[in-house]
C-alpha cells in the first residue's frame, strides 16, 4: 500500500509562488491517478476542493480557479509535484495529496491520502 508525504507548504505573499511535492513511501505512483485537494479554514466540515489531477498517462485536469496559475507534473515514479504561481490570499488551505486508480473530483474516488501541508497567502 503506497504512502503519500506532502512537502513544501508554507508562508508566502500574494503574487508569490510555492512549489509543493508529494512523495510515496512503500511504493510508486506509477500505477495511480494522483490528485491534490484543499482544505480552507473554516470549511473543515466540508468536503474538501479539488486543485488538480494527472492520469497515468499524464492528462492534467485543473479547478477553474487555479487554472492558468498551477501546474501538476510527475517528476519521476515516487514524485508529484504542484507548482503554484500567483498566489491568492483565498489560496489559503491545507493542500493534500491522493492516490486512485483512476482520475476523479471528489475525496471518495482516491483511497489513499496524505496528511497535508499548510499554504498561508499573506495580503
Known amino acids: 500500500q503506497v504512502q503519500l508525504v506532502e512537502s513544501g507548504g508554507g508562508l508566502v505573499q500574494a503574487g508569490g509562488s510555492l512549489r509543493l511535492s508529494c512523495a510515496a513511501s512503500g511504493g510508486t505512483f506509477g500505477g495511480y491517478a494522483m490528485g491534490w485537494f484543499r482544505q480552507a479554514p473554516g470549511k473543515e466540515r466540508e468536503e474538501p476542493e479539488f486543485v488538480a489531477g494527472i492520469t497515468r498517462t499524464g492528462d492534467t485536469y485543473y479547478a477553474d480557479s487555479v487554472k492558468g496559475r498551477f501546474i501538476i507534473s510527475r517528476v519521476n515514479a515516487k514524485t508529484v509535484d504542484l507548482q503554484m504561481n500567483s498566489l491568492k490570499p483565498e489560496d489559503t488551505a491545507i493542500y493534500y495529496c491522493?492516490?486512485?486508480?483512476?482520475?476523479?473530483?471528489?475525496?471518495?474516488?482516491?483511497?489513499?491520502w496524505g496528511q497535508g501541508t499548510q499554504v498561508t497567502v499573506s495580503s
Open positions: 491522493a492516490a486512485g486508480l483512476q482520475i476523479g473530483f471528489t475525496r471518495p474516488e482516491y483511497p489513499y
